[in-house]
T-cell receptor, first 113, second 117 residues
C-alpha cells in the first residue's frame, strides 16, 4: 500500500521565479492538505483540497495556489518566489471528514536564492 | 483562536530513562481532536495518535502513553524506557471542524528529543 508521495525531493529556485510541487495521496484517500514548515518550526497550514475544490485556506498570500485532479493528486504552485518561501513543503492526505488523521509525505525541500 | 504550546524546545536523556513531552492547547470549540506526530531526520511526519475531546481515557501503546486532561487543556506524551530510535522532533497538533468540514491542523513548535546511548 503506497503512502503519500511527493516530487521533487529538493528544488532550488531564484527569487521571482515560479515553482510547482506535486503530491499523490495515500491509496483510498480523497483529501489533500499542504503545509509549509520553516526550519525549526512546526508546519503551517496552507490549504486543503477536496473534490477538486479548495475547502479551506490558511494565512498565505494569493501567490500560493493549488489544484486537485480527478485522481485526487494535487499540485502546489508558488509564484513570485521570495527568500522567505524557503522551507519544507509537506503534503498530507486523509479521508474527507475532519475527524480523520492526516498522513504526511516526505516533503519537498525548496530553497530560494 | 486555536493554539498549541510545546514549552520544551529540546530534551536530552540517557537511554532507558522515561521522558514526558508536554502539550498545552487553546480552543473555544467543545469538539476537537488532538494528535501527536513524530518527525525523524528524514523529515516525514509520522502519525502516532488521535484523541477526540470527549474521550479523556488515557492510552498506552507499547512504550508510549498519552495523558489527556481537559481541565488543564493538556495532552502529554510519555515514552517509557526510551531508546535511541526514539530520537526525533515530536509535534502536538489540534484540529477543529473547519469550513465545509475541512480539517486544518494547528501544530506546536515541536520538541526535539535526543536519546543518548
Amino acid at each position: 500500500d503506497a503512502g503519500v508521495t511527493q516530487s521533487p525531493t529538493h528544488l532550488i529556485k531564484t527569487r521571482g521565479q515560479q515553482v510547482t510541487l506535486r503530491c499523490s495521496p495515500k491509496s483510498g484517500h480523497d483529501t489533500v492538505s499542504w503545509y509549509q514548515q520553516a526550519l525549526g518550526q512546526g508546519p503551517q497550514f496552507i490549504f486543503q483540497y477536496y473534490e477538486e475544490e479548495e475547502r479551506q485556506r490558511g494565512n498565505f498570500p494569493d501567490r500560493f495556489s493549488g489544484h486537485q485532479f480527478p485522481n485526487y493528486s494535487s499540485e502546489l504552485n508558488v509564484n513570485a518566489l521570495l527568500l522567505g518561501d524557503s522551507a519544507l513543503y509537506l503534503c498530507a492526505s486523509s479521508l474527507g471528514g475532519w475527524v480523520y488523521e492526516q498522513y504526511f509525505g516526505p516533503g519537498t525541500r525548496l530553497t530560494v536564492t | 483562536a486555536q493554539k498549541v504550546t510545546q514549552a520544551q524546545t529540546e530534551i536530552s536523556v540517557v537511554e532507558k530513562e522515561d521522558v514526558t513531552l508536554d502539550c498545552v492547547y487553546e480552543t473555544r470549540d467543545t469538539t476537537y481532536y488532538l494528535f501527536w506526530y513524530k518527525q525523524p531526520p528524514s523529515g516525514e511526519l509520522v502519525f502516532l495518535i488521535r484523541r477526540n475531546s470527549f474521550d479523556e481515557q488515557n492510552e498506552i501503546s507499547g512504550r508510549y502513553s498519552w495523558n489527556f486532561q481537559k481541565s488543564t487543556s493538556s495532552f502529554n506524551f510519555t515514552i517509557t524506557a526510551s531508546q535511541v530510535v526514539d530520537s526525533a522532533v515530536y509535534f502536538c497538533a489540534l484540529s477543529e471542524a473547519g469550513i465545509q468540514g475541512a480539517q486544518k491542523l494547528v501544530f506546536g513548535q515541536g520538541t526535539r528529543l535526543t536519546i543518548n546511548p
